[in-house]
């Protein structure tokens, strides 16, 4: 019982792609907001949908979807943008369901599969299971890399 004092906990937020379980930690994570009118930027990646206002914060957004290659589908009432803030900049992140919070112990974590055709694995930190689930950690670091939030990592 005292190892499980001392472990070291991870704490998420779990949301849904394509019926995939994925997991961001907590310590990342802003708001999660509904999808609402995102203003269109010229001159930016495919995956980055706009701009939205939020709270006074102009916030780019990202459609993860598009971002880890899968198919794509219309915003439905389940869709949810994840507002986090990396690297002293913020930016929200489409999925099709922000699902609940869970905390396990960080050495639970296991590294990377080696799935080949698996399209987001360059984009994948770790995986972990938690009860009869299996959570996909994504790599904050390398989704964001093309808004230029990496540089002092």
Not at 55 to 68: A, E, Y
Not at 107 to 114: A, G, H, V
């Amino acid at each position: 019982m005292a190892d499980n004092d001392n472990r070291q906990m991870q704490k998420v937020i779990v949301f849904e792609l394509v019926n995939k379980e994925y997991a961001i930690p907590v310590e990342y994570v802003l708001s999660i907001e509904k999808v609402s009118t995102i203003t269109r930027v010229p001159g930016v990646e495919p995956f980055v949908m706009g701009v939205i206002n939020l709270k006074g914060t102009i916030t780019p957004i990202i459609d993860l979807r598009m971002r880890f290659g899968l198919e794509q589908k219309e915003y439905d009432e389940s869709s949810r943008i994840i507002i986090i803030s990396f690297n002293e900049f913020e930016v929200g992140l489409i999925v099709d369901s922000a699902r609940d919070v869970l905390e396990f112990p960080a050495d639970l974590i296991e590294p990377q599969p080696k799935v080949i055709g698996m399209q987001e694995i360059d984009f994948i930190n770790g995986v972990v299971k938690v009860d009869k689930r299996l959570l996909i950690l994504i790599k904050l670091e390398r989704i964001l890399q093309v808004l230029g939030t990496t540089q002092s990592i």
